[in-house]
């Protein structure tokens, strides 16, 4: 089966990898030449564990391939999936359609026989029934269907998501299109993953929901631990106490600095933007989208309170800038809020992050990249431990408060205890929920 892939960011180059290793014959289809001519070289343009081997072992196949020619990617394609960026429109909130529109005229244009166009950006309640009239009108003697195959997969983990899918969800109008999706994805339902069929706007309504739902539930315990602080809990044992319910689940019940990312603030955004417009205003939604915003002054202030009340003249080593760990996505990084803080502020910032730096440089000017928490935190009067990267859990913290001009520490995703930071010879340990110490 050929199938095209238009977009090859985040979702649109591991969606195309997988599904050539499922032994489809696939081509990739990007506007941008830099990141084309990466691929073709063999290199990949993000950083996403797995991907470089599996996209180099699909090439060596002679199944993958990736071009700047979108007719040379749509010929004799039974299905060409729409992957490109959603991000939030200016001003309003909504789900800057511009690059899913362009992408189903330019198919419009292209296409010559029947094929299946399948929206899996993720998109507001309606747009499928947008593309096919763009593309009816377009090409009124084109044979086509529309299908919505939102995707769930993590950027860290999103070979295994796509390779091992809690569901894959596939909104279609007809038996025609629904045989196309079912032959794409035969190799999951061979074992046995879920498939979950739905008319075109259940299918949209599911990805939204999910991601404002798991956007709550961590904006839920977010809040719950600004409490615990008040009252002397601990919201690492109340996550615990309350994730054993079987009702409830231990996932995203970890306390951070606020969520971030390439996609709960645009689609949190987004679905409140939907509840405007049908008068069915997403009341929970955007009391999230509030309250995130408030964690994240808050921890400006936890840091503030570390400093002594002012960041000026202050050197704060800052561990991770990505929005979570094992991927190199900045959008919508808490490091975006709270590194200009600290620089406005007149602290002087060192940083560094595993995968972070090459992104990160343009989006955080007057910051001092370092190759490692060592050398990042050496004179420092405040460590802040922002992403919780592999590298940053297991640090020799007295080696570190031997080096700095004032052992202080921010642990924003709760990697450390007070004992840890107490046995280092720290004088001052604050993190997220749970009570902190100064000397
Ligand atoms: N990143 C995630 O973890 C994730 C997860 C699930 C769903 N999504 C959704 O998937 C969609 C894509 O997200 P992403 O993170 O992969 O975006 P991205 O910005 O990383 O990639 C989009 C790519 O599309 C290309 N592009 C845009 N218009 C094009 C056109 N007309 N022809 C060819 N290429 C074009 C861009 O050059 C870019 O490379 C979004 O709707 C997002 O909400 C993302």
Redesign the pocket.
Known sequence: MKIAM?????????SGVCFSDFGHEVVC????PN?IEMLERGEV??YEPGLDALMAKNVEAGRLSFT?D?EQAIEGAEAVF??????TRRGDGH?DLT??M??AE?IARTANEYVVIVT????PVGTNRRVKDTVSKANPALDFDVASN??????GA?IDDFMKPDRVVVGVENDRAAEVMANIYRPLYLREYPIVTTDLESAEMI?YAA?AFLATKITFINEIAALCEKVGADVKQVSKGMGMDGRIGNKFLHAGPGYG???FP??TKALARIGQEHAVPMQITEAVIKVNEEVKRRMIDKLLDLCGGSFNGKTVAVLGVTFKPN?D?M?DAPSLTLIPALVGGGAKVRTCDPQGQHEGEALLPGVHWMDDPYTAAQDADLLVILTEWNEFRALDLSKIAQTMAAPRMADLRNVYTVKDARQAGFEAYDSIGREGFAE
């Not at 899996?120 to 998109?123: A, D, I, R, W």
């Not at 939102?150 to 950027?155: G, S, W, Y």
Request: glycine share 10%; aromatic share 6%; net charge neutral.
């Open positions: 238009i977009g090859t960011g985040y979702v649109g180059l591991v289809v990007d506007k941008d990141k343009p993000i700047l979108l729409i992957a490109v960026g959603t991000p789900a690059y899913v362009a992408a330019e899996k950006s993720t998109v939102p995707e769930f997969l993590r950027e999103a990805k991601n990312g390439s996609c645009k689609d991927t996505d959008r």
